[in-house]
C-alpha cells in the first residue's frame, strides 16, 4: 500500500518540523518527505489542505477492560475509539481481572489486539502478584512475553521494603518502574478533594498529603536503588515541587498528567457530578492552574486520557458509591488543544506532550514521521470543533465530565503501519 498525503502541515516535534510538506508512504513505513521518490505511484492520495499531519498519538493510560471486565467495554470497542481519536500506540494498565501478572495473560492481550490491526498495544506488567503488594512478578518472563514496563496501577504498595526489592530488580534488568504516588491509610476511603466543597458536601476527603508522603517514599527509595521511575497521574502542586527538585538532583524521574486535572477542579463536582468522581481526585483551582503551568515548562514530561470506561449504571450512584474513572481516548487531542490555546502553547510543543515525549517514557521507537520510521501518522482539523455527546463517543463507556462542550481539534484520519484504519 502506498499512500501521498498531500498539502498538509506537517508538525514533526522531535525532528523541529512545522512546514508544509508532503508524506510518502510505502511497505508501512516513511518513504519520503517533501520530495515526491522517483517512480513513486500512490494507491491513495490523501488530500491535507488546511489539516495538521502529525504523527500518531501516544497515549499513556488506556483501560481496554480485557481480560475480566467486558461488562464495561470489550477490546473491540476501545480500540476503534482509540484510533478515532489519532492514537497509534497506547499503554495498557494492568488492573485487568486477573491482573496482567502471568506472561499467558499478556500473550492473549497481545495476540487478541493484533488480530484487530488497529493500535499498538503496550500492556503494562503487574509488579507484584495479584497487586497484592506482597511477591514481585516473574519481570523477566512477562518481558518476554510483551510488558514493556511494570506497575500497580491503583494500587498502592504500601509494603517499602517490597517496593525496594521491586526497584532493585528492575533497576539490574534495565525495567522501568510506573507507580502513582497515594498513601492507602490517608486515602481510605476518600473520594474527592480535601477541600471547602467536600467539606459543604459532606463527602469523605483525601488530602494532597496522601500524595505528597507517598512519592517522599517513591523518590527516597528510586534515589536508592537508582530505578528509572514514572510517576502516573500528578495532582498537586507540592507534589510537583517535589518532582522539580527530584529531577534538579539528577534522578532518572518522569511523570504525566491525566488530562481531565488539566481543565477541571473540585469546583466541578459540585452538584454531586459522578463523572468527575476520578483517582486521583479533582484538586483545588491552584492545584490545576499548577499543573497547566508544569506541563508548559516541563516539569511534566506528558499528558495522558486515563481512559477508564465504566458501565453506566456504576456512573448513576450517588457520587461516593459511583465508580471511578471517565472515558478520554477521543477527547486526548481536543483538550490537549485547547490547553495550548488557553496557555499560548505552540502546537508543535503541545503535540510533544502526546506524541515523542510519551513515546520516550515508553521507551519505543514511535512518536516521530523520521524517513524509515513505522508510518503512524494522525490527521486532524484543528479549527473544526464538535460537541462531546453520547451519540458522538466511539467508546462503550460515555461517561465524561466534559459531555455537551464544544472542543477544538477533529481527527480525519488515522493512518498505522502504512493503513488507514479511521477515515471521519
Not at 172 to 197: K, M, N, Y
Not at 291 to 315: F, N, Y
Request: hydrophobic letters at 40%; one cysteine or more; charged letters at 20%.
Amino acid at each position: 500500500m502506498k499512500i501521498h498525503i498531500k498539502n498538509g502541515r506537517l508538525i514533526d516535534p522531535k525532528n523541529g518540523v512545522d512546514a508544509v510538506q508532503d508524506i510518502f508512504i510505502a511497505a508501512g513505513r516513511i518513504h519520503m518527505i517533501g520530495k515526491t521518490p522517483t517512480n513513486f505511484k500512490a494507491n491513495r492520495v490523501i488530500d491535507a489542505q488546511g489539516l495538521v499531519v502529525c504523527p500518531g498519538l501516544i497515549d499513556l493510560s488506556v483501560r481496554l477492560r480485557e481480560p475480566g471486565l467486558e461488562y464495561k467495554a470489550t477490546l473491540e470497542s476501545e480500540m476503534e475509539a482509540t484510533v478515532s481519536g489519532g492514537i497509534t500506540s497506547l499503554a495498557c494498565p494492568p488492573d485487568t481481572d486477573p491482573p496482567l501478572d502471568e506472561p499467558g495473560l499478556v500473550e492473549m492481550l497481545k495476540y487478541r489486539a493484533m488480530n484487530l490491526n488497529l493500535a499498538h498495544v503496550y500492556p503494562i506488567g503487574a509488579l507484584t502478584q495479584g497487586l497484592r503488594g506482597e511477591r514481585l512478578t516473574e519481570m523477566a518472563e512477562l518481558n518476554d512475553a510483551g510488558c514493556v514496563v511494570f506497575g500497580q496501577s491503583e494500587v498502592p504498595l504500601t509494603n517499602l521494603r517490597v517496593m525496594m526489592q521491586a526497584m532493585r530488580y528492575a533497576s539490574t534488568f534495565g525495567f522501568s518502574v510506573w507507580l502513582r504516588p497515594q498513601d492507602a491509610s490517608l486515602t481510605s476511603d476518600g473520594v474527592a478533594h480535601d477541600g471547602e466543597i467536600t467539606t459543604r458536601l459532606g463527602l469523605p476527603s483525601v488530602p494532597v498529603c496522601a500524595e505528597t508522603i507517598a512519592l517522599s517514599n517513591i523518590l527516597l527509595l528510586t534515589k536508592e536503588t537508582g530505578v528509572n521511575l514514572h510517576l502516573c497521574r500528578l495532582s498537586s502542586a507540592e507534589g510537583l515541587n517535589m518532582v522539580r527538585a527530584a529531577k534538579q538532583q539528577g534522578l532518572p524521574v518522569t511523570c504525566d498528567v491525566s488530562i481531565n486535572h488539566l481543565h477541571l477542579s473540585d469546583m466541578d463536582i459540585d452538584f454531586f457530578d459522578s463523572n468527575c468522581h476520578m483517582m486521583p481526585p479533582l484538586r483545588s483551582a491552584g492545584d490545576r492552574d499548577a499543573l497547566r503551568s508544569c506541563l508548559q515548562d516541563g516539569t511534566i514530561d506528558a499528558v495522558c486520557s486515563d481512559h477508564s470506561p465504566v458501565d453506566e449504571d456504576a456512573k448513576l450512584l450517588p457520587f461516593g458509591e459511583s465508580e471511578v474513572g471517565a472515558t478520554g481516548v477521543e477527547l486526548l487531542l481536543p483538550l490537549t488543544l485547547k490547553w495550548s490555546m488557553e496557555m499560548r502553547v505552540p502546537l508543535v510543543t503541545a503535540l510533544e506532550k502526546i506524541t515523542v515525549k510519551p513515546a520516550k517514557i515508553l521507551g519505543i521507537n514511535a512518536g516521530h514521521l523520521s524517513t524509515g520510521a513505522a508510518a503512524d501518522v494522525c490527521i486532524f482539523d484543528p479549527e473544526e470543533y464538535w460537541t462531546v455527546a453520547t451519540a458522538a463517543i466511539k467508546s462503550q463507556g460515555k461517561n465524561t465530565p466534559f459531555l455537551g462542550m464544544e472542543l477544538p481539534g477533529k481527527v480525519k484520519y488515522t493512518v498505522i503501519n502504512g493503513h488507514v484504519v479511521y477515515e471521519d
